[in-house]
């Protein structure tokens, strides 16, 4: 097998007398069977290098090597830092006359050219070593140079220390990509994806299959993009994510399915969302939800990257309900406490105003968190810009009190807060010196979230001046569970919509609850949270028609035939199943600490959807919309767009 491989690749390569393909093979496997023994890459097999500019040392010493690289620096005409992805190289420019054609290439070749060098590993002479570059102990002394691409003049120059806007590097974003950070970025998420691919494939047996990305509307869930056909009035969607394929693969008896699944929601870009974003997706039948856990833990543990702290199984796991109770969201930052506490028994007797209101209601609660060390970090401006962050966007009055520090410069109302509810306080809340509590009333939900949202402006407060509350090598995972099967609809309440998605199974204890109180209904729906981003999410399936059925037209009020051929497939003897996505474009951000997903994606979207490079989406002339039937209504002030159709790009700023 190994070596009908090799013979094909070699065969692939230029025509080598029969002796020389004979030891290319022998000196080829060679090596490449150390390389699979030890796991180390070959990096520069079948090109016109010998090594990386980024791997020679002082075990390479005297070993003639051939290089290419970009010109990074050059020193004095005497010196030039040679640049691949693995590193930097110093050359030392010859000065002989003998060499003048090797020194006109490499001191005339603008910076950014790319060049291939010949020559020597010598050490650097005494004292000129430098300790902080791996190659420093080297230097090349080169007898051969050769300029393959010269550069024209850059619109920033390549150095990772050199700020420049976002939307300068997508507009030139194969430039960017040269920088070390991308590619430190890039090649982890390749190897990870590699070492997801091996413990599914090869250690579980799952099968990796490419489902189609021209489909047809899904009901519920994300808004879809649409693509034109030549049929008139029909149109393709492209999929939100392969869901009903990857159920359809079940019942078709493909039992472990994977896929690295390019997915599409036309909802505009934020930090952790793009149009275009890919998922790790999952699904496999007979399975149970603890079954889909142990495998996501250990695919996690095991595409790890070596250089992070391992991954510790199995993860905690919270339900749903204690996730809104104690974080005030479904996605809550284990990494540090300040928890949401319920009060509302310290203040049964309060005369404060707006409490006392709360709690009169039927489901009103008081309810708080501590800040530790609040009072000694944050400032009064501090505490009036989360009031008015809690007043602007969720409509709630939010109290600040003191109990333990010697200061009250919070609102007159915290000074009716009595000595005893003080103390009921502190005990309850395990307020420590200098600790600041703030405090909401009202609706359980409401109170909650607002608080979830303080104490991650807290933390962000904190940390700003100089705290550190969530160590930024701290990787802490959690499984939110026990979600509701539906919440009701945001622009219309009395509706219900999937809290996950339709095809998600009931909770098996609430089943009887589907007919009569649907919104008690609990599901097996899991979400995998990671330093309080949402990561991954999925279900164990509804595999019964009738009970697909109901959900979707009674309950969800959708339309059924949009999905009759799965419902069809679900009476041909669909096994029970189960599966989840993980995101990945979001996990490797995380990992290695980008400041957004558009940092782990090669070709990103800008923040409006656009492709900044190639002017994506770009206008069509009406002759070329005529065969899909479709003709653009241009709204009214978009007249200069119109007139611009042809005109030349100038991207987003
Ligand atoms: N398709 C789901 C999603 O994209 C994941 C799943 O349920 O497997 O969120």
């Known amino acids: 097998m190994f070596s009908c491989w090799l013979s094909r690749l070699c065969r692939g390569l230029s025509t080598p007398t029969g002796r020389v393909t004979h030891l290319i093979q022998g000196s080829l496997s060679r090596r490449l069977m150390l390389s699979s023994q030890r796991r180390i890459p070959e990096l520069s097999s079948f090109v016109a290098r010998t090594n990386t500019c980024g791997e020679l040392r002082s075990s390479h010493l005297g070993q003639e090597v051939t290089l290419c690289g970009w010109i990074q620096y ?36 603008p910076m950014e050219s790319v060049v291939q060098v010949s ?85 579980h047996g799952f099968v990796d299959i490419e489902t189609p990305t021209l489909f047809k509307r899904t009901p519920g869930g994300a808004k879809e993009f649409v693509i034109p ?32 699944a390019r ?10 969302r793009q149009p275009e974003f890919t998922q790790i997706d999952i699904e496999m039948s007979f399975v149970d939800q603890i079954g889909i856990r142990s495998l996501i833990e250990g695919l996690l543990q095991y595409s790890w990257p070596s250089d992070k702290d391992p991954v510790v199984v199995p993860f905690p796991s919270m339900t749903f309900a204690e996730a809104l109770a104690s974080y005030g969201t479904d996605k809550p930052d284990t990494r540090f406490g300040m928890k949401i506490v319920d009060i509302s028994d310290v203040f049964r007797n309060t005369k404060v105003g707006f409490l006392q209101d709360a709690l009169s209601k039927p489901q ?10 609040g009072a000694k970090y944050l400032k009064r401006k501090d505490i009036e810009s989360l009031r008015k962050l809690a007043a602007d966007h969720f409509n709630q009055e939010v109290l600040p009190v003191f109990p333990k ?45 607002v608080l979830g949202k303080l104490r991650l402006e807290c933390a962000d407060l904190l940390e ?53 109180e649907p919104k008690q209904v609990r599901s097996q729906h899991y979400d995998l949270v990671l330093n309080g981003n949402e990561i991954g999410g999925g279900s164990i399936r509804i595999h019964d028609a009738e009970l697909q059925r109901y959900i979707l037209a009674t309950l969800l009020k959708e339309d059924v035939k949009l999905l009759s051929h799965l419902l069809q497939a679900l009476d041909f003897g669909a096994p029970p199943h ?19 997903i558009r940092d782990v994606i090669a070709f990103p979207k800008s923040f409006r959807g656009h492709d900044l490079m190639s002017n994506a989406p770009d206008s069509l002339p009406p002759e070329e919309l005529k065969p899909y039937h479709i003709q653009v209504s241009w709204p009214a002030d978009s007249e200069a767009e119109k007139s611009s159709l042809n005109q030349p790009y100038h991207p987003e700023s």
Not at 229 to 242: A, I, N, T
Not at 413 to 441: F, P, Y
Not at 585 to 595: H, K, N, W
């Open 74 to 109: 050059r020193r004095q005409n005497i010196f030039l830092v040679l640049r691949d992805f693995h590193g930097l190289v110093q050359v030392v420019i010859p000065q002989d006359e003998s060499a003048a054609s090797v020194k006109k290439i490499l001191c005339e070749a």
């Open 364 to 373: 009103g609660t008081v309810k708080a968190i501590c800040i530790s060390e």
């Open 119 to 203: 020559g020597t590993v010598i050490s650097r002479p005494p004292g000129q070593e430098n300790p902080k570059m791996p190659t420093g102990e080297i230097e090349i002394k080169v007898k051969s140079a050769q300029l393959l691409n010269a550069c024209k003049k850059l619109p920033f120059e390549i150095k990772d220390f050199v700020k420049k806007t976002e939307a300068l590097r997508l507009q030139y974003r194969y430039l960017d990509l040269r920088s070390f950070q991308m590619q430190y970025n890039l090649r982890l998420r390749s190897r990870m994806v590699m070492k997801m691919r091996e413990y599914l494939c090869n250690l």
């Open 263 to 272: 997915c599409y929601r036309d909802e505009g870009s934020r930090p952790d």
């Open 229 to 260: 056909s030549r049929e008139p009035g029909k149109f393709y969607c492209l999929p939100q994510s392969p869901q009903q394929f990857k159920q359809l693969l079940m019942v078709g008896g493909l039992d472990r399915y994977f896929q690295v």
């Open 405 to 449: 520090a010697n200061r009250n410069w919070n609102s007159p109302v915290a000074k009716s807060i009595m000595e005893e509810q003080r103390s009921e306080l502190i005990r309850l809340m395990e307020i420590q010196e200098d600790g600041v509590v703030l405090l909401t009333a009202g609706e359980h939900r409401k109170a909650c979230s």
């Open 578 to 596: 189960g599966g989840i996505a993980l995101g990945l474009d979001r996990l490797i951000c995380l990992v290695t600490g980008a400041p957004s």
């Open 464 to 516: 700003a001046r100089g705290l550190v509350l969530r160590d930024p090598a701290l990787f802490s995972f959690l499984w939110v569970v026990d979600f509701p099967l539906f919440l009701p609809k945001e622009e219309n309440p009395g509706e219900l919509e999937s809290a996950h998605h339709p095809f998600t199974a009931p909770h098996p204890s609430d089943i009887h609850l589907l007919h009569t």
